[in-house]
């Protein structure tokens, strides 16, 4: 193949310069096993970003990777408009998985598409459709896709065009308490910030919600955990004016957080709607939107047509990694290293003065860097330093929040113990070069 400094030079002439890349140098990987990478030259990483949260069950899993050689060898495409036994499977895997709305109707149906911003799309045209209300709310700091409404909903500076139109989408205050941006302490703020939607439905909108989307944990802005009553407050008012609420499972879904399969049951709620793509088929263009019989019956309202939702080889790859996922012990992993991790890292907060904050769940984690733990300042600087440093020693992470100040750690749920030690032992020495 040609070589990295060729693919460079076709990369900068051919492909459109808003297709990012990390790091100075830019990363060239080759190949992938489990939770390792390797680069041209033959050097090995630890991938404790699994390709932005989506090689969940390890890269090339020979589980994943036979269904999907099985299923393209026997047929790849067809479109929905014909039979095929695997987008029947899968649909009905999915729904062994998902819980009752709040009036103990299942979300059991299921509409495929290819990305998490048009599954995002979707269920927002649903929930307009269902209640006939135009208004949507979703929080700052959030991320939800890089299409019309789905960028109209994401809601961090960098990532939205000021050229797309963000028509009857409004946001509200995130529980993020590391910066609470209303400058309130928890528990005496009274988790007001999940009470501000409130206002936002009934004084900065028409007043005619049709949903609420949210991340149970955002992940783009950088590992961000609410206080635990915050989504059961937020649910409740959303419903009181007579909103659809929509969780945004696709960074956290599929046993990232641990304990649950979805990250929203960490907070005791239940959606209306789940949105899923990233982990859901451990790298293939797969994603989906789960809700109930009513709600999902609204896109017959009119023609929908989605070209590759529901592709045959997606289908196998989305099974096979479900199937992973249960016989694996793949949630009791996440919990189990994310625990170690959580604990290692809060020790280096102890001795770096650079770590502000350590908070997540499972392995969904985030590292914010700050320059002065008094003042919060975002230390973007040194960690876009300790991600060059560790990738130097073979570890890759990734970076996000507002400020690109937070280290987020998301490996594929195969992680072992010595990939935690690790991973933790390379942040303390690249922790200790950059602070001097
Ligand atoms: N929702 C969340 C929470 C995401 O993190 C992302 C992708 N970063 C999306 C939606 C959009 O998914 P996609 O890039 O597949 O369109």
């Not at 269902?130 to 208004?135: L, P, S, V, Y």
């Not at 005496?188 to 909108?205: G, L, M, R």
């Not at 985030?366 to 440093?389: F, H, Q």
Request: aromatic letters at 6%.
């Amino acid at each position: 193949g040609p070589s990295r400094d060729e693919v460079l030079a076709l990369r900068h002439q051919y492909v459109n310069p808003g297709v990012l890349t990390y790091y100075r140098e830019p990363l060239m990987v080759v190949e992938g096993n489990m939770q390792y990478l390797w680069d041209e030259t033959g050097k090995r990483y630890l991938d404790a970003f699994a390709g932005i949260v989506t090689v969940s069950v390890g890269h090339c899993h020979p589980h994943v990777a036979q269904a999907v050689k099985a299923q393209a060898g026997r047929l790849q495409h067809t479109t929905t408009i014909y039979l095929h036994p695997t987008i029947a499977e899968f649909a009905a895997k999915l729904a062994s998985k998902m819980p009752a709305n709040p009036d103990g109707l299942p979300l059991d149906r299921t509409y495929f598409t290819n990305s998490g911003s048009e599954a995002n799309e979707i269920a927002v045209l649903m929930s307009r459709e269902f209640t006939g209300n135009q208004d949507v709310v979703a929080l700052r700091n959030g991320y939800h896709g890089g299409t019309t409404t789905a960028m109209g909903m994401t809601a961090h500076g960098t990532w939205k065009f000021p050229s797309n139109p963000q028509s009857g989408i409004t946001h509200s205050v995130p529980g993020y308490c590391y910066r609470c941006p209303l400058g309130l302490q928890y528990p005496s703020c009274d988790v007001k910030c999940a009470h501000d939607i409130k206002n936002v439905i009934e004084y900065q909108t028409p007043g005619q919600i049709a949903c609420f989307i949210g991340e149970p944990i955002q992940g783009v802005g950088g590992a961000v955990v609410p206080p635990p009553e915050f989504f059961s407050i937020v649910y409740d008012i959303v419903r009181q004016h007579g909103g659809l609420c929509i969780a945004d499972e696709v960074q956290g879904g599929f046993g990232r957080t641990g304990k649950h399969y979805w990250s929203h049951q960490n907070w005791g709620v239940r959606p209306d709607i789940i949105t899923m793509a990233k982990g859901i088929g451990n790298g293939a263009p797969l994603a989906a939107v789960t809700s109930t019989g009513p709600v999902a019956s609204t896109m017959t309202n009119r023609i929908h047509f989605n070209t590759f939702g529901g592709n045959p080889v997606s289908m196998a790859a989305g099974l096979a990694t479900m199937e992973v996922i249960d016989a694996e012990g793949i949630q009791e992993n996440a919990a189990a290293i994310g625990d170690l991790l959580i604990g290692g890292l809060t020790e280096l907060k102890d001795k770096h003065a650079l770590i502000g904050d350590v908070r997540g769940l499972g392995l969904m984690l985030g590292v914010e860097l700050v320059k002065d733990r008094k003042t919060k300042e975002p230390a973007s600087d040194a960690a876009a330093e300790l991600m060059e440093r560790a990738k130097q020693r073979g570890l890759i992470l990734g970076k996000g929040g507002l400020h690109g100040n937070t280290m987020r750690i998301k490996p594929p749920m195969c992680i072992t113990k010595d990939d935690a030690q690790f991973l933790l032992a390379t942040i303390d020495q690249c922790l200790s070069e950059i602070a001097n």
